[in-house]
């Protein structure tokens, strides 16, 4: 996945997270369809974020950046624990 793949998926993630919001204040989804949704939505941006932060370093490095490979969901969330 190149940088560009990922900034992408950045975006489309970003593009349904203020969906998701627009939709509990338009009255269109419950406030908890919403929180469940949107924390699955942060792990995913979480994921995408870590791997360009990888893929930067690696570039930083002098290494392949397309040699960075995703990190789990537990392991991106467990990094502040």
Request: with cysteine; glycine share 4%.
């Amino acid at each position: 996945m190149s940088e560009q793949d990922i900034l992408a998926r950045i975006k489309t993630l970003v593009d349904q997270e203020h969906e998701l919001r627009a939709k509990t204040i338009q009255g269109e989804l419950d406030p908890e369809t919403e929180r469940r949704q949107l924390a699955e939505l942060e792990v995913m941006l979480d994921q995408c974020w870590d791997l360009l932060r990888q893929r930067r370093a690696r570039m930083d490095q002098g290494r392949n950046p397309d040699e960075a490979q995703p990190n789990t969901a537990r392991q991106v969330e467990g990094y502040l624990q």
